[in-house]
């Protein structure tokens, strides 16, 4: 309220009172309840990871320095979480253990070494020829992984055949090579959505076989390298579940024994491409919501078939294709990062893994410079403010423009009691304000993160504010994390996001 009358004064001094009246009428109020009571999903503690390209192997980390300063602490800030090595490149990736080839014989190849430019355009989808990782790059993916504390996963070349099955002889060769260096290699994963082969290989393996490759890789795991018998095996990578033969897909790995080798089901989402990608797509209530049945039906297919498999969305960003230019490395990308975390949580998603760290324009540091993207402070926030549990919001806001997710606080990170409950939300309205009232908790002063674009009129910014100040790195060292203390309505601007910590919820289940 206060707010409003203050935009008032000013605008009557500046404008025609009739349009003052308008901007205090354009303001909309929303009631929220959230559920203390019961909780309707827990995740699993590293809920939110990211993942490496292998095509960063392929291109020798492109521009991405792994032992700058700055790169190890915004990469340190967000463990500890899973990684996944993986994508298009792992089905054709070769292990070789020794040295890498030195840069002037890979120009010679016309392959991407160090300092590629990327001015030029990559098109992820256009390298489907093999390529060699060496023990000595190995080594340094390893050695980045371990300096920052995160636990990756590697995906394994299926692509590698003898007749119908899969020729294991090149993994066998680099977990070899994994169990002499006593390296910690957390999973494994076989193939990227395999579903595609025959689409952009004209190659079938069809799931039952892949199950049985599956088989394969477990007996390998159990009986060659017992030392590796606990790590997590994550498939079928399967890609749009919203199509029929992808849900089928899926459903016969399985239903054909892949569901007992898998210690998660994982499938891929990416809301559409970055051809086609517009900025009014980023903030359509109903693209949003389209991940909600693919989140449903993953989860269902996977309880009928594997009760006791976790569920993850194993990559996923907004546009696939490297993401969409001045959107999907904008302020604007984190509504649908926002939303989707939300929308995986609370319908029974235990980890999303977000394309990517590092690569594309859906990376969380910039492509060129490695700076972070809003959506890495977005993702900072969320691992630090949002806990496991999963809460029952219901809201009197039914044109789905304000979306609102709550989860019991994480108070392992910053320092919050337990009980606290940590709200979510985005305002979508173009241009009105919205007032949110949480029924159960009207009189406590809440912890309230906004964050709005900088400039805030632009939300195809690159830069990004907390309660007004710019985000930015500080000496190598991540800024302070700051809220502001609220009490009563919390005003949500225009095309914003942001979150609310309620530290004396008290509630029960959040003990
Ligand atoms: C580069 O090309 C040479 C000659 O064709 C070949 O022997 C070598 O294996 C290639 N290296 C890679 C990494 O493709
Ligand atoms: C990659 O190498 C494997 C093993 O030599 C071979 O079977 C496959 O055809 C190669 N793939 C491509 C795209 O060259
Ligand atoms: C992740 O890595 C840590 C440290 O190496 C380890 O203690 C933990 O067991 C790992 N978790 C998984 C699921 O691999
Ligand atoms: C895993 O291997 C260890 C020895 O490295 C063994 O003690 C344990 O029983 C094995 N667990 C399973 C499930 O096979
Ligand atoms: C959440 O609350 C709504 C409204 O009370 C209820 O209809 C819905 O079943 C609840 N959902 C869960 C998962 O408990
Ligand atoms: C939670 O407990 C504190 C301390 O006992 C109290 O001041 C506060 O009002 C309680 N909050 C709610 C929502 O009941």
Same mark, same amino acid.
């Given at each position: ?42 995740? &699993? ?63 010679? &190849? ?395 919820? &008290? ?5």
């Amino acid at each position: 309220m206060i707010r409003l009358n203050s935009l008032c004064s000013t605008c009557q001094v500046m404008l025609a009172f009739v349009s003052c009246f308008t901007e205090i009428h354009a303001a909309i109020s929303v009631r929220v309840k959230i559920d203390v009571k019961s909780e309707i999903n827990r995740l &699993n503690e590293n809920f939110v990871g990211f993942t490496l390209d292998s095509s960063l192997l392929r291109h020798h980390w492109e521009n991405l320095d792994v032992r700058s300063k700055s790169v190890q602490t915004l990469a340190k800030g967000l463990s500890p979480c899973f990684v996944r090595v993986g994508g298009t490149g792992s089905d054709f990736l070769i292990f070789k253990n020794g040295k890498s080839i030195s840069s002037s014989s890979r120009a010679a &190849n016309g392959s991407l070494g160090y300092g590629i430019d990327l001015s030029n355009e990559v098109d992820y989808t256009k390298h489907l020829t093999n390529f060699t990782m060496t023990g000595e790059f190995f080594d340094s993916l390893y050695s980045f992984v371990q300096s920052v504390s995160w636990n990756m996963t590697f995906d394994l070349n299926v692509l590698l055949r003898e007749k119908e099955w899969w020729d294991p002889e090149n993994a066998i060769q680099l977990m070899r090579y994994v169990a002499k260096k006593n390296y910690r290699v957390s999973g494994w994963e076989l193939g990227n959505e395999p579903n595609a082969f025959y689409h952009i290989l004209g190659y079938r393996i069809n799931a039952d076989q892949l199950a049985d490759d599956y088989k394969r890789l477990y007996q390998i795991l159990h009986d060659i390298f017992p030392q590796f018998n606990s790590s997590l095996i994550l498939g079928p990578s399967v890609t749009k579940l919203c199509k029929e033969n992808s849900i089928a897909y899926f459903t016969n790995f399985l239903q054909s024994g892949g569901g007992k080798i898998v210690t998660a089901a994982t499938f891929h989402h990416y809301y559409f491409s970055a051809k086609t990608a517009t900025e009014q797509m980023f903030l359509d209530p109903e693209v949003l919501d389209s991940l909600i049945e693919e989140v449903q039906l993953a989860v269902t297919i996977t309880r009928k078939w594997a009760p006791y498999t976790q569920v993850w969305l194993g990559e996923t960003s907004s546009a696939s294709g490297g993401g969409a230019k001045g959107l999907s490395d904008t302020y604007i990308a984190g509504f649908m990062w926002l939303d989707k975390l939300g929308v995986a949580a609370k319908y029974g998603i235990d980890v999303v893994l977000r394309q990517s760290f590092y690569s594309g324009h859906y990376s969380l540091l910039d492509h060129n410079d490695c700076s972070p993207n809003p959506d890495y402070w977005l993702t900072l926030l969320y691992k630090n403010l949002v806990g496991r549990t999963v809460l029952n919001v219901t809201s009197s806001d039914a044109s789905g423009q304000l979306r609102v997710y709550a989860h019991c606080t994480n108070i392992k990170r910053m320092q919050y009691k337990p009980g606290s409950v940590t709200i979510y939300l985005m305002n979508l309205h173009r241009k009105e304000a919205v007032n949110v009232e949480f029924l159960n908790f009207l009189s406590e002063t809440v912890d309230f993160y906004l964050l709005q674009p900088v400039p805030s009129t632009n939300v195809k910014s690159k830069f990004i504010g907390l309660n007004g100040k710019t985000l930015l790195l500080q000496n190598n060292e991540l800024p302070p994390l700051l809220p502001r203390k609220q009490q009563g309505k919390i005003i949500l601007p225009s095309l914003t996001y942001g979150f609310i910590v309620i530290p004396n919820a &008290n509630a029960t289940i959040c003990y």
